[in-house]
Every structure is written in C-alpha cells, then in structure tokens.
C-alpha cells in the first residue's frame, strides 16, 4: 500500500506556472506507475499526464501537451507535475494517483487528497 500527499498548488495569474509534487510512502514507489488528475466545479474527474515506473515513458491529455511535464525521483518517492502556460481552464483540484499495474491504462488504486490550483485570467 502507498499514501500519497500532494503540495504546490495555489492561485497564479494565467500564463504562469506552477509545479505539484505527490510525496508517496513507502519502500516500493518505483514499482508504481504515477499519475496526475484534475476535478474542475462541477466536472467529472479528468486524466492529466502519466509516468512509467522508472520515468523513461509519459503521456498526456491532449489540453496540457507542451504545457505540463510530469517527472519522478524515485530515490525521493515523489512525482511532479510542471505546468507552464496556465490558462483559466486548467483551474481544478489536481490529484496525484499510483498503480502498481505497468499499463498505461489501468486503474488506479491508490489516491491523494488533491491540491487546488486556481488560474486567474
């Protein structure tokens, strides 16, 4: 089992930026495929961007490629999502997720709290 705890948001003017990090416990977070997602008012749950287990494959949703990076360390047990280029769409809570299934469409199982981003235009 992992804990995830997610930090970095806040409010930022558009065409700013901000970088999340996901704090995972445990031993095994390199056995973990990473994800991020978001949750805008009244919008149901969105994918954002994944990383494989040793960072070398990403993928993202086509409305932030070329904005946002996703990148792990994990002799620190964290991930991060850069976001560059913020417009006011991209305001939502952001959710850090693992899996310990290596396909880039699986389930996730685990979950943090999530952490507000707010985009100002």
Avoid: H
């Amino acid at each position: 089992q992992v804990q995830l705890v997610e930090s970095g948001g806040g409010w930022v003017q558009a065409g700013g930026s901000l970088r999340l990090s996901c704090a995972a416990s445990g031993r095994t977070f390199s056995s973990y495929r990473m994800g991020w997602f978001r949750q805008a008012p009244g919008k149901a749950r969105e994918f954002v961007a994944t990383i494989s287990r040793s960072g070398g494959s990403t993928y993202y949703a086509d409305s932030v490629k070329g904005r946002f990076t996703i990148s792990r360390d994990n002799a620190r047990n964290t991930v991060y999502l850069e976001m560059n280029s913020l417009k006011p769409q991209d305001t939502a809570v952001y959710y850090c997720a693992a899996t310990n299934k290596a396909t880039m469409t699986a389930v996730y199982d685990y979950w943090g709290q999530g952490t507000q981003v707010t985009v100002s235009s």
